[in-house]
Nanobody, 120 residues
Framework: QVQLVESGGGSVQSGGSLRLSCAVSGYTYSTYCMGWFRQAPGKEREGVATIDSDGRTVYTESVKGRFTISQDNTKNTLYLALQMNNVKAEDTAIYYC????????????WGQGTQVTVSS
């Protein structure tokens, strides 16, 4: 059973930094891809960044140069991180990690989400 558990959300002032983490268990593939999504109040969920097992990354335009996605494989558990720098009020959302690519910005497995609130 694949499980994704996010942590690291919270409140931060505009211009500050925050680091999100996601522990992915039960997901054992030699090649894989994972990603971060977010959903702001009243808006549809949008893709933020993806990364594959070769380290290739893709970012949505609004976070390029500010956010960095990374991964680590330790003791058969995958860890996904999202370093958020120079955050803006429009980054306020529930952030979800995802694994198991089905296609472009489409994933099979999802975490429960973690709230990020940016105050100006």
């Amino acid at each position: 059973q694949v499980q994704l558990v996010e942590s690291g959300g919270g409140s931060v002032q505009s211009g500050g930094s925050l680091r999100l983490s996601c522990a992915v268990s039960g997901y054992t593939y030699s090649t894989y891809c994972m990603g971060w999504f977010r959903q702001a109040p009243g808006k549809e969920r949008e893709g933020v960044a993806t990364i594959d097992s070769d380290g290739r990354t893709v970012y949505t335009e609004s976070v390029k140069g500010r956010f960095t996605i990374s991964q680590d494989n330790t003791k058969n558990t995958l860890y996904l991180a999202l370093q958020m720098n120079n955050v803006k009020a429009e980054d306020t959302a529930i952030y979800y990690c995802a694994a198991g690519c089905l296609g472009s910005w489409s994933f099979r497995y999802w975490g429960q989400g973690t709230q990020v609130t940016v105050s100006s």
